[in-house]
């Protein structure tokens, strides 16, 4: 079993693919490529991917398609769209659709490592909501209704105000973890430039 994470990247341009690979590939995780949304489809029938980053202009199915189609197979899966045509209307769609990220090419490795690193992030979120709501559903089914749903109820109405807090916590994580990117990789090019060869 391969506990790499996985990130597929759908670009009709292999040299993109290629720089996906080379910067994501020594952060630990397994890089595979789709040089078309039909054949990006495929490769998603039989493999299930962590991450996906897809071009909006290919010949056939665009990006927006190859998202929303993977939306609605796989709705925890995050998206991230890359493009160098980018314009409003296509950033009202993709936020319609639900994708995690619209990102403007040309990508440099810091582009690249901090996007994988934010949609990562989103995942790991929506999968430990859906793994609280679930143990939740379990618990509430498990213990007998003597107080006619109040508990039942109270658990909802809980969650129901938790939602925004969790939200809240979410966006003003994401601008640290960027910060931090952004001044990790100051400090690197600082002292790779004063330290004397």
Not at 115 to 134: F, G, P, S
Not at 150 to 163: E, P, T
Not at 184 to 189: E, F, H, P, S, T
Request: charged share 25%; net charge negative; with cysteine.
């Amino acid at each position: 079993m391969n506990t790499k994470p996985q990130v597929l990247v759908i670009d009709d341009d292999v040299i993109v693919g290629r720089s996906f690979d080379r910067v994501l590939s020594g952060k630990g995780y397994e890089v595979s490529t789709a040089l078309s949304g039909e054949e990006a489809m495929d490769t998603l029938r039989e493999n299930d991917f962590d991450v996906v980053f897809t071009d909006i202009k290919m010949p056939g199915m665009d990006g927006l398609e190859v998202a929303e189609r993977i939306k609605a197979r796989c709705p925890w899966t995050p998206v991230v769209v890359i493009t160098g045509y980018g314009t409003a209307d296509n950033e009202a769609r993709a936020s319609v659709l639900g994708v995690s990220g619209f990102v403007r090419k040309p990508l440099t490795p810091e582009i690249i490592e901090s996007v994988t690193l934010k949609a990562m992030h989103e995942a790991d979120v929506i999968v430990h909501a859906a793994e609280a709501m679930q143990k939740a559903d379990s618990e509430a089914e498990e213990q007998p209704d003597n107080d006619g749903g109040i508990g039942f109820a109270a658990k909802n109405v809980g969650l129901f105000f938790a939602a925004p807090i969790v939200a809240l916590g979410y966006v003003i994580a994401l601008p640290l973890v960027g910060f931090y990117m952004f001044a990790r990789l100051g400090y690197q090019a600082y002292t790779q430039r004063s330290t004397p060869e």
